[in-house]
């Protein structure tokens, strides 16, 4: 089943305990991404990566990283997590622009 | 800037109507534009995706339109059921990196 998985789907932490968000798909797309959804904001792009070992920042990028060793996964990790952090997050990804987005699951993060 | 507005954020209607969902970007140059659904608890799933060349897109029981020049797409469902309750958002894609610019959603309920 093509798929877009992350992973942990919840997650309560403290601020300064650095986390990483898994994020794996099983369709081998080329672009893959990091969003965040927060009420009355809407989904905001954190990171994006047109293809192994390519990245680059979108429009909410601070306190956030990213990596890109392999097609399948694309991690988020935050160094040192604060309470505005405290979010849904979605991955997702896609072939090109003329195939539709795959969103995974989501995950939610508080940050105390 | 690309800013995407979704009217009503909220709408409620009884089982079997049909209803239109408003979304209006501010730039017409766009790849596309892309309608998506939210389930409470779940990721999105893509609904319909019309390239800037085409005006319009049909996937069963909803009809997705385009209309550029006046920066508006509509998503219309007809025979609307329960199952259909959901927020719907709505997205451009603004340039070659995939880039997509969200609306705020419309919480759609219907009523048994």
């Known amino acids: 089943e093509a798929q877009v998985t992350q992973n942990p789907r919840y997650l309560i932490t403290v601020t300064g305990k650095k986390l990483t968000v898994t994020c794996s798909q099983n369709?081998?797309?080329?672009?893959m991404s990091w969003y965040r959804q927060d009420p009355g904001l809407g989904l905001r792009q954190i990171y994006y990566?047109?293809?192994?070992?390519?990245?680059d920042k979108g429009d909410v990028p601070e306190g956030y990283k990213v990596s890109r060793k392999e097609k399948r996964n694309f991690p988020l990790i935050l160094e040192s997590p604060s309470p505005n952090q405290t979010s849904l997050y979605f991955c997702?990804?896609?072939?090109?622009?003329?195939?539709?987005?795959?969103f995974g699951p989501g995950t939610r993060l508080t940050v105390t | 800037k690309q800013e995407v507005t979704q009217i009503p954020a909220a709408l409620s209607v009884p089982e079997g109507e049909n209803l239109v969902l408003n979304c209006s970007f501010t730039?017409?140059?766009?790849?596309?534009l892309q309608w998506f659904r939210q389930d409470p608890g779940k990721g999105l799933t893509s609904l319909l995706l019309?390239?800037?060349s085409q005006r319009e897109q049909t996937s069963g029981r909803l009809n997705a339109s385009l209309d550029k020049s006046s920066g508006r797409s509509t998503l219309y469902i007809a025979a609307s059921q329960p199952g259909d309750s959901a927020t719907y958002l709505c997205?451009?894609?603004?340039?070659?990196?995939?880039?997509?610019?969200w609306g705020a959603g419309t919480k759609l309920i219907i009523k048994p």
């Open positions: 990566s047109m293809n192994v070992e390519v990245t």
């Open positions: 997702a990804s896609r072939m090109d622009s003329s195939y539709e987005q795959y």
């Open positions: 369709m081998n797309h080329e672009y």
């Open positions: 019309i390239q800037s």
């Open positions: 997205a451009v894609e603004v340039d070659s990196n995939y880039q997509l610019i």
């Open positions: 730039d017409s140059a766009i790849y596309n």
